[in-house]
């Protein structure tokens, strides 16, 4: 079968639409007008048209044989901003000694901030149940491919990009770390308080405590999920820890999941990212497998072999057809997968 990785666009809204309601995110929810109101903001984003602290550009993944979107990732350009900060709570430790005990305990403590210079961040990952554990992978497709575009523009995202993971939640969806502390201090179930924080983050700053919160203090079922990668998350963390990204020792006010983070040039995909220019050799062998990537006007990726000599490339003819490259056309090419210590 054959896959292609490119910007959505109107005519995949029903679909994309149907794709949403196979899973609850709160970044893509399966609500027709939300997501045509997302297609929109991103068409805008390609076309240079948003400002940088505006911008969305979500990505799908279509099944060029049965013309089906059946995945997608998002990347928001910059999240926080004067206007609308980014909050979370980072952790430290804290040094409590009695010398007429000669004892001393060493303490975790959550701080509130708020970053009104945000980064990058990546999120709205999802893969159609139907085309899950498929041998070309591709959530992995699907989540690599949005670094080849942040790699060939660089000027539109930061220098440092963002992943909030969720964590582990009750069977009804509920935050043991969230009914531990938010509500406390908010009066609002977890469902209805993320909700409400998508549009509106005043009532964060206003209401949660200001000064730092011991973690010994919370019930220890909020203990135990804070910073933690729930089950169902657990290949998207792995995923990104092989490109670079690491534990940040920072969480998410609502449900304590947590945030990694990497240097956009040094995430792997971008660093180990080439332009090279197509070509036609005597006797290609199709050796290196990547993710290869249209330069052009229309942005355009498919996992593919290629066999690179110098500043050229000469890509296997299935491939070269599904991306419509030419012989002298310009590609961005980038490794699928990552050893250790690449």
């Not at 794709?19 to 076309?47: C, M, T, Y």
């Not at 060939?152 to 993971?165: G, T």
Request: aromatic share 10%.
């Amino acid at each position: 079968m054959s896959f292609i990785i490119r910007p959505v666009r109107h005519d995949d809204l029903s679909q994309l639409v149907d794709l949403a309601k196979q899973f609850n995110l709160l970044n893509l929810p399966g609500d027709k007008k939300v997501i045509g109101d997302k297609i929109d903001r991103s068409e805008h984003s390609f076309a240079g048209k948003m400002e940088k602290n505006q911008a969305e550009y979500l990505f799908v993944v279509e099944d060029m044989e049965e013309r089906a979107v059946v995945g997608s990732s998002l990347v928001i350009a910059k999240h926080g901003s004067e206007e609308v900060p980014h909050s979370f709570f980072k952790i430290f430790k804290r040094d409590h000694f009695s010398e007429d005990l000669g004892i001393g305990f060493i303490h975790q403590v959550l701080r509130f901030q708020l970053d009104f210079d945000g980064p990058t961040e990546i999120g709205g990952l999802l893969v159609d149940k139907a085309y899950r554990r498929r041998p070309e992978k591709l959530g992995k497709q699907i989540s690599l491919s949005r670094f080849l575009y942040m790699g060939l523009y660089p000027e539109k995202f930061e220098s440092r990009v963002l992943c909030e993971l969720t964590p582990p939640l009750t069977d009804e969806g509920r935050s043991e770390f969230w009914e531990a502390l938010g509500r406390r201090f908010t009066g609002l179930p977890y469902q209805e308080a993320d909700l409400l924080s998508q549009s509106h983050k005043e009532f964060i700053e206003s209401l949660f405590p200001q000064n730092d919160i011991y973690l010994a203090l919370l019930d220890a079922k909020a203990r135990l999920v804070l910073g933690r990668v729930g089950e169902a998350t657990k290949p998207a963390q792995h995923l990104l820890e092989s490109i670079g990204f690491t534990y940040l020792d920072e969480v998410d006010p609502f449900d304590g999941g947590p945030h990694y983070g990497a240097n956009t040039a040094d995430i792997l995909p971008i660093k180990h990212g080439r332009r090279l220019k197509v070509a036609e050799f005597k006797d290609p062998s199709y050796k290196e497998q990547g993710l290869i990537a249209t330069t052009g006007d229309e942005f355009m990726v498919s996992l593919g072999s290629a066999d690179i000599r110098g500043g050229e490339v000469s890509i296997a003819p299935k491939v070269r057809q599904l991306l419509g490259v030419e012989t002298g056309d310009e590609v961005f090419i980038s490794p699928f997968n990552y050893n250790k210590g690449i």
